[in-house]
């Protein structure tokens, strides 16, 4: 094989841009290039709605729960001492190594009882206690049942604080609980509450009724209904006084992870390994299960317009170099009668065909990225947030992702021109030649 005669006679096919095969070819190229467009701000968009909807959950969550097995996913909450070994193990804990069973490639068959040690890919980022504790939120002409998460100075206020619509973050002292609530917007909505109003919080405690005065210090909004419409934030020391519980019990602990991935292998660690029998731990994945597994049908979702972009991108491709085949029997022919090869010519249309690719590539490279930025930077596509959990169409820009579709893309078009291009074979250059 001669590459300097392929690339010579490839770039003489490159350089003639005339005629309607020429006009055809374009017609492809922008083709292939809307093909990889639409893959590529399909895939922004869907990591970008997956990641933001993942980082509300867990922001408001954490990663995982534990806490005492008789209060188990239940609103009445039994007590856990808060200066556990396990909670200072884990505050400073920033990786774990495990044994993983070999399987084989593209398949879940495990090999024999062959293992290997891998590594989670991150530690845990932070660690925080709440206490729970149903109440009623009441007004001069109304009230609200509602769920109270009382945290304490161990919180982190970073994801909080994005939410926080109006007032501002709760002030935390060692002995006097801060008599004030952060409601959400749903809350203020319906009790018609301001920040800096009064509110009355209502206990039922063992058949009995307490009642707290607080001020309304801050009106948040996550766009998650559900959490939205049943949870408000407290002080802890408020529901610990009002429980008759010391400083050093709380309900439970929320787990905050540097990577989500690595939620199983630290919950199975934490619960077999950490634990005392009376507690127990739950990755927030199971706890609401549905909103996880809508949003891996979004993966459903991209892997459909990925093999139905790639689909079109074949056939525009086939059906281009067939007609580029078509037009040139007669070069084709010539070549053959001067000793050329089947494999010779087929590497001559494959370079062609290469070239048309790269060019559709970078174009829709460009068109799909610069599609993606504008939606980052202006948020064009506006979304119902009570049904989407978002109010703007979210974008990231997952590189690798990205870059590994370019890859596939090609590689898979490129193998399956080789079909097309096995016509070249059947040419017959004495009946290409015969006339003029």
């Not at 804990?93 to 490639?105: A, C, D, F, I, R």
């Not at 086939?318 to 029997?329: M, N, P, V």
Request: aromatic residues 12%; contains cysteine; charged residues 20%.
């Amino acid at each position: 094989m001669k590459v300097r005669e392929i690339l010579f006679i490839g770039k003489k096919i490159i350089n003639n841009k005339g005629g309607f095969t020429h006009t055809i070819l374009n017609v492809g190229i922008t083709s292939l290039s809307l093909c990889l467009a639409v893959i590529i701000v399909s895939t922004c968009m869907v990591t970008g709605f997956k990641s933001e909807i993942r980082n509300k959950v867990f922001g408001f969550w954490g990663h995982i729960h534990v806490t005492h097995t008789g209060s188990w996913r239940s609103v009445e909450t039994l007590p856990i001492e808060k200066n556990r070994d396990f909670v200072a193990h884990l505050d400073t804990l920033k990786g774990l190594s495990y044994e993983s069973p070999m399987v084989l490639p593209f398949t879940d068959i495990g090999i024999g009882s062959y293992q290997r040690l891998k590594h989670t890919r991150g530690g845990v980022k932070q660690i925080h206690s709440f206490v729970n504790q149903a109440a009623i939120l009441s007004t001069a002409d109304d009230f609200e049942g509602i769920i109270l998460k009382g945290i304490g100075p161990d919180f982190d206020w970073d994801y909080m604080s994005e939410y926080l619509r109006q007032g501002e973050i709760l002030e935390f002292s060692d002995s006097l609980a801060e008599r004030a609530i952060i409601v959400s917007d749903q809350t203020a909505q319906r009790l018609r509450l301001e920040v800096g109003d009064p509110i009355i919080i209502n206990f039922i405690i063992e058949n009995q009724q307490r009642r707290r005065r607080v001020e309304v210090k801050g009106i948040y909004k996550t766009g998650l209904e559900e959490y939205d419409r049943r949870f408000a934030l407290v002080d802890q020391l408020l529901i610990q006084q009002i429980l008759g519980w010391d400083k050093n019990k709380v309900s439970g602990f929320e787990i905050f992870l540097d990577y989500v991935s690595d939620i199983e292998y630290f919950n199975e660690y934490i619960y077999l390994d950490l634990l005392p029998a009376e507690l127990t731990s739950e990755p927030i994945t199971r706890r609401f299960p549905v909103i996880f597994e809508w949003l891996e049908l979004q993966d459903i979702n991209e892997k459909v317009i990925l093999i139905l972009m790639l689909i079109v991108g074949i056939i525009t491709m086939t059906t281009s170099l067939l007609i580029l085949i078509l037009d040139r029997t007669r070069m084709i022919g010539v070549l053959k009668s001067v000793g050329a090869t089947n494999q010779f010519i087929r590497n001559i249309f494959l370079y062609y065909a290469l070239h048309l690719i790269f060019k559709g590539v970078f174009i829709g490279n460009a068109v799909g990225l610069g599609l993606a930025y504008i939606q980052y930077q202006f948020e064009i596509i506006k979304l119902n947030e009570a049904d989407y959990y978002l109010d703007v169409a979210p974008v990231h820009f997952p590189w690798d992702q990205i870059l590994l579709l370019n890859f596939v893309f090609v590689g898979i078009i490129m193998l399956i021109l080789m079909i097309p291009a096995s016509v070249i074979s059947k040419v017959d250059p004495v009946k290409v030649l015969r006339f003029k």
